[in-house]
């Protein structure tokens, strides 16, 4: 008897879990994506995927039915990818020492690979890791502040500050490295206009 409830109990966690996956898995991957190299994207996910299987129970938002919905669950299943991510970035960070101790070498800084966008990469990377994360989330996850805040854990009015300061400060660096001088062209040491 025992048995045949158990089974029955993992057939319903099994079920809410392809619910779950199914309303995340996309989104989770396009999140990595945009975050990690290409190479251990799919491990970073496996592990989300892991901690969102151990802690199926703890995922608000997921109900026992067979839908659950992706505003409900995405911004907290965000959260757990981002956690995910700084794993991955410390035990690369702790392999790179390794390496970088065993062969004394100093390896050069990643560069991204689009030239096109060199300018925003530049100027994302002027901003501040919590600030950037944010402006991150609102323009390529397309979250709003309140999910934001659920993500990164602070609170949804540091967040709006945090995306007003961060956007302000983009534009400002990105208007500077697009600045022609309109009217200071000078002919004889005076002003064109």
């Keep these: 008897?025992?048995?045949?409830?158990?089974?029955?109990?993992?057939?319903?966690?099994?079920?809410?879990?392809?619910?779950?996956?199914?309303?995340?898995?996309?989104?989770?991957?396009?999140?990595l994506l945009?975050?990690?190299?290409?190479?251990s994207v799919d491990d970073i996910l496996a592990e989300t995927m892991l901690v969102l299987w151990r802690?199926?129970?703890?995922?608000?938002g997921l109900g026992a039915g067979p839908d659950a919905a992706?505003?409900?669950?995405?911004?907290?299943?965000?959260?757990?990818?981002?956690?995910?991510?700084?794993?991955?970035?410390r035990a690369e960070g702790r392999r790179l020492r390794l390496v970088e101790r065993l062969t004394r070498a100093v390896l050069p800084p990643p560069r991204?690979?689009?030239?096109?966008?060199?300018?925003?990469?530049?100027?994302?990377?002027?901003?501040?890791?919590?600030?950037?994360?944010?402006v991150l989330l609102w323009a390529w996850e397309e979250l709003t502040p309140r999910a934001i805040a659920e993500v990164t854990g602070l609170t949804p009015n540091a967040v709006s500050i945090r995306l007003h300061r961060g956007k302000k400060r983009l534009a400002a660096l990105?208007?500077?490295?697009?600045?022609?001088?309109?009217?200071?062209?000078?002919?004889?040491?005076?002003?064109?206009?």
């Design 1 to 31: 008897m025992r048995s045949i409830v158990g089974q029955e109990s993992a057939r319903a966690r099994e079920a809410r879990f392809e619910t779950l996956m199914r309303a995340v898995a996309d989104p989770l991957h396009r999140y």
């Design 34 to 39: 945009r975050r990690a190299d290409a190479g």
């Design 55 to 60: 802690r199926l129970d703890d995922v608000p």
């Design 70 to 89: 992706a505003d409900d669950v995405l911004p907290w299943c965000y959260g757990v990818a981002r956690g995910c991510l700084a794993n991955a970035r």
């Design 112 to 134: 991204p690979d689009d030239a096109d966008h060199t300018a925003l990469h530049d100027a994302l990377a002027a901003l501040s890791a919590r600030d950037r994360e944010v």
């Design 174 to 193: 990105l208007e500077r490295k697009n600045d022609t001088q309109a009217g200071r062209t000078t002919r004889a040491g005076r002003s064109a206009r």
